[in-house]
């Protein structure tokens, strides 16, 4: 039976270096929806980016994660990717001498392979580059240059959308897409997921800032601290952690510790 | 292009060594080891002249006072040169003259390499030499060729039919005394290629020797002599492959070219002897001497190799330059994976003035294999205004294998020019994660990464082996990660 849910994440515990850092994580997302994951330094962001993408630096020690109803967890990386994962890397990585067109191509022909599709011809392949090149205002030169290779913070962090639009995933997770990026940049990256979003797209962007949210507006807000979401709501949420910082929601979710140990007690 | 990359990606499943059988054909076999007597024989068999012979008895007796070298960064197992047979050849009618004449087990053979020797088939655009363990098999487009006045034929007929120009040329860059493997092949050398561009002929097509060995026990010594006259240019590709046997085979070739003024000379190889197994078992040993002189000024040589196969790899093309304003190029890729060795790089002797060379060395060691850069930039006296560029770099799979550099510099005239660069890197864990999440497999990461890396060194090669170089990488580093 098909799950109405794209991603389902139950009870999520995972370790890095055998220190727990995602502490029974609960998140559930809906084809098309927005979820922006926000919460201070080292309550578990990026582990959990890590996690559903499959790099092994974390290793999951309970709970599940199904992706169209079927276990992620035994998929490795590639075919995660292929299924349609996208994470738009925090730090995008350079490979010297491999061009973006080689890169792109190779990139979009596994996931076809995967779907029992046909490679795209060399000129479909090409107009398609054509096309998301402009969607996200990329510099044409950029994709005969190697993959990230001599590009700045903010071309790097374009080129991952841009990725993202050659690629159109089933589950985007921007990872801190807005950092380091000036105004004008974060506005073409966000109205690039907008215009690259079909209804059936979920992306979860994950964010220290409210700002990219003034952009891509979403349809949750989920406060992450300490290994868990320990609060859930509107887009609302985040204007409140703009003005409030993280501190209450720190306090809050300490107190709620304490009340539920007391509780089971 | 695009295309065939992604051929070059889907083939890359089953990535064995493609080239190790053997074809069933009567060879003609003279007994195992050397002495006077063997130079006599092969000489025979040849039917060659008498200048013929004495020069192969001169080879002979001084390469009994020689010691093999042992400077190199290479293991090597003791040779028994008693042990080999320095001459076999696949029986057939002599000298072929029509494609009728050649045994359809021969032509078989090539087919199954991808050198299609039928007049139908012919690879359009590349005259080939197919040489089978001591002989010659077959020369393609001889005859459209003749008539520019190019000559391209076995190296047996040259000495038969254009004596003058062998004699004048053999022996000219690489003398029989120059080392212990060019010795020796100078006295049991058997076929090879010979070439000779006449004064102001661009070569219309690109001329290839295609070297298999295919009996056991065997040693392969074959000679090539590319004579590139004034104002000519031709673009020439060697490529080979082997057998696999349990047993190691000996492969010690010379390769002399000239380049007399304004002339140009483009030598691109793809070596791809049998490595060996898994665990180092069998395989090539591939102790080769290439050396080019640029005669006559504005004369340029250029070196391009892709080095994926062989147990252990002892190669170092060259170029003395001196005519005046003369270019030479060493374009390098060497993988070494499994228990492979390689030591291998150039020498660029600047002679003359305002002599210019580039290096690029690009080593890729995996498994346990050894990888060293060896190369020297000499620069005499009176070669004022000369000029080089090195580029060393190094990469790293896994952490049991090695990357060495060797460069020796040597510089007699105050107004040169000499630069080196060198970098070792590894591939990062990062890198191949960044690929996986884009849907690449590990596999086909490391050989996206790997021919990027190698980019500069491919994009040298005439186009249809910068294919074949690609898969090749690909292929020779199958499995080199975890």
């Known amino acids: 039976m098909k799950s109405e849910f794209l991603l389902q994440i139950k009870e999520l515990k995972a370790t890095i270096d055998n220190k727990e850092i995602l502490k029974g994580l609960n998140l559930e997302v809906k084809p098309g929806e927005i979820h922006a994951i926000m919460g201070p330094n080292g309550s578990g962001k990026s582990t959990l980016a890590n996690v559903l993408t499959g790099r092994d630096i974390a290793t ?185 910082g993280y501190d209450w929601i720190r306090k809050e979710a300490d107190v709620n510790e304490e009340t539920w140990t007391t509780d089971r007690k | 292009m695009e295309n065939d990359q992604d051929k070059v990606l889907d083939e890359l499943t089953s990535g064995e060594y493609k080239y190790g059988f053997v074809t069933d054909i009567e060879t003609d076999v003279i007994p195992k080891g050397l002495s006077e007597d063997v130079v006599r024989l092969i000489s025979a068999k040849k039917e060659e002249p008498e200048w013929m012979l004495e020069f192969r008895l001169k080879a002979f007796r001084h390469w009994q006072t020689m010691k093999m070298p042992a400077w190199a960064h290479l293991k090597i197992p003791e040779i028994n040169y008693q042990d080999i047979i320095f001459y076999a050849a696949p029986m057939q009618k002599p000298a072929p003259g029509s494609l009728s004449d050649v045994d359809p087990e021969l032509l078989k053979t090539f087919d199954k390499l991808g050198i299609p020797l039928g007049e139908q088939k012919r690879l359009t655009g590349v005259a080939v030499d197919a040489v089978m363990d001591s002989i010659s098999v077959k020369t393609t487009f001889r005859e459209s060729l003749a008539e520019l006045g190019i000559i391209f034929c076995s190296f047996s007929e040259a000495v038969r039919e254009h004596p003058s120009l062998v004699q004048k040329y053999l022996a000219s860059v690489v003398p029989y005394t120059d080392n212990f493997f060019a010795t020796l092949n100078s006295a049991v050398f058997s076929d090879g290629s010979f070439c000779y561009i006449p004064k102001g002929v661009r070569c219309p097509m690109e001329l290839s020797t295609y070297f298999r060995i295919n009996a056991s026990n065997t040693g392969q010594f074959e000679r090539t002599l590319l004579i590139a006259d004034e104002e000519s240019y031709v673009s020439y590709l060697e490529g080979c492959t082997a057998p696999m046997r349990d047993e190691n085979q000996l492969h010690a070739a010379v390769v002399e070219i000239i380049t007399e003024r304004g002339a140009e000379v483009k030598y691109s190889t793809v070596q791809n002897w049998y490595p060996g197994d898994k665990e180092g078992k069998g395989g090539i040993f591939n102790f080769v001497t290439k050396r080019g002189i640029c005669k006559g000024d504005d004369s340029k040589i250029s070196w391009t190799q892709v080095e994926t196969g062989s147990a252990i790899t002892w190669k170092y093309p060259s170029c003395i330059l001196r005519g005046n304003n003369s270019v030479g190029e060493f374009y390098s890729v060497a993988v070494t994976n499994n228990y492979q060795q390689a030591d291998t790089g150039t020498k660029m002797i600047h002679i003359g003035r305002n002599t210019k060379s580039t290096i690029v060395s690009k080593g890729i060691s995996a498994g346990f294999g050894q990888n060293s850069y060896r190369g020297l930039v000499k620069v005499l006296g009176k070669a004022e205004g000369a000029r080089n560029y090195s580029q060393c770099d190094s990469l790293l799979l896994g952490d049991k294998c090695g990357a060495h550099t060797f460069p020796y510099i040597e510089v007699d005239n105050p107004s040169a020019i000499v630069e080196h660069e060198a970098t070792t890197s590894r591939i990062g864990e990062d890198q191949i994660f960044y690929c996986n999440q884009r849907g690449i497999s590990t596999e086909d990461a490391i050989g996206l990464i790997v021919n990027g890396y190698a980019r500069e060194v491919i994009n040298k090669l005439p186009m249809e082996f910068a294919v074949e170089a690609q898969k090749l990488l690909q292929i020779s580093l199958e499995g080199s990660v975890g």
């Open chain 1, 60 to 244: 999951v020690t309970h709970g599940s994660v199904t992706f169209e109803g079927k276990d992620l967890l035994v998929m490795s990386p590639e075919e995660r990717a292929r299924e349609g994962i996208f994470l738009s890397f925090q730090y995008p990585i350079e490979i010297p001498g491999v061009s973006m067109v080689n890169f792109m191509k190779t990139a979009i022909n596994e996931q076809r392979k995967h779907r029992g599709l046909e490679p795209l011809s060399a000129s479909e392949f090409l107009r398609q580059m054509r096309e998301k090149k402009e969607l996200v205002e990329i510099d044409s030169a950029l994709t005969n240059r190697s993959v990230n290779e001599g590009f700045s913070g903010g071309e790097k962090k374009k080129n991952e959308i841009f990725q993202m639009a050659m690629l159109e995933p089933r589950l985007a997770l921007l990872d801190e897409t807005d950092s380091g990026l000036d105004i004008d940049a974060l506005r073409i990256v966000a109205n690039g997921v907008n215009k690259i979003r079909r209804t059936d797209t979920s992306v979860i962007v994950i964010t220290h800032y409210q700002r990219l949210l003034d952009y891509i507006v979403p349809d949750y807000v989920h406060v992450m601290y300490d290994g868990r979401i320990v609060r859930t709501a509107g887009p609302e949420l985040a204007l409140e952690l703009e003005e409030r």
